[in-house]
């Protein structure tokens, strides 16, 4: 149980255009979502966070004109990054709490590989 | 100033060669610390949480264990097939985010 599933598992587009990366969970309900953004051996820095219903919380620095977050049901979130430049190229992972579900801790999806060129 | 550090950053270990990773922490009151592991170009898998200093969790060769300020992820026998980035990760009271250490990589020669 407690699967977080991440769509697509890579994606190359080129530079100006937009990407959507989606987040579902796929056997429980996830209110809050989180989204991180890793660089080649970097750890996991957290862009935003995700709550159902309501606006993404963005961290200082990430610009939320750029990486747009819906989180429209609660079992989606999508990222979208607009306009995007070959700096915005990273692995981009989703994550979700299932605390209150059986399991413990924050299941976390397999990460989307962009690639701007 | 960092709020999870993560040592050492890097680990080669021989098969059957058991070691610790630790990961330090300052927060003002510590919701929960997490362990995970990562291969390359996956998501993080869960491996444990500790809420509490003195607990302990295991988990076929990885122990983890919490005390006021850091946590250890002891491993024993490894085999090749632990090898991987160990993150360690805290919440904090009262928030609902993760904060991640850099994670330690590990190699396991055969």
């Known amino acids: 149980g407690a699967v977080v599933s991440q769509h697509p598992s890579r994606v190359i587009c080129k530079s100006g255009t937009s990407v959507k990366i989606e987040c579902r969970s796929l056997d429980f309900q996830a209110t809050t979502m989180f989204w991180y953004r890793q660089f080649p051996k970097q750890s996991l820095m957290l862009m935003a966070t995700s709550n159902e219903g309501s606006k993404a919380t963005y961290e200082q620095g990430v610009e939320k004109d750029k990486f747009l977050i819906n989180h429209a049901s609660l079992t989606l979130s999508t990222l979208t990054v607009t306009s995007a430049h070959p700096e915005d190229s990273s692995f981009y992972i989703c994550?979700?709490?299932?605390?209150?579900?059986?399991?413990?801790?924050?299941?976390f999806g397999s990460g989307t590989r962009l690639t701007v060129v | 100033e960092d709020q999870v550090t993560q040592s050492p950053e890097a680990l080669r270990l021989q098969e059957g060669e058991s070691s610790s990773l630790n990961c330090s922490y300052t927060?003002?009151?510590?919701?929960?610390l997490f362990w995970y592991r990562q291969d390359p170009g996956k998501g993080p898998e869960f491996l444990f949480t500790l809420y509490s200093a003195g607990e302990e969790k295991e988990k076929e060769r990885l122990k983890a264990t919490l005390t006021k300020k850091e946590s250890f992820l002891h491993i024993t026998a490894p085999k090749p097939e632990d090898s991987a980035t160990y993150l360690c990760?805290?919440?904090?009271?009262?928030?609902?985010?993760?904060?991640f250490g850099k994670g330690t990589r590990l190699h396991i020669l055969p």
């Open positions: 990760a805290v919440q904090e009271l009262g928030d609902d985010k993760i904060i």
């Open positions: 927060v003002s009151g510590l919701r929960g």
């Open positions: 994550s979700a709490s299932t605390l209150g579900t059986g399991a413990s801790g924050y299941t």
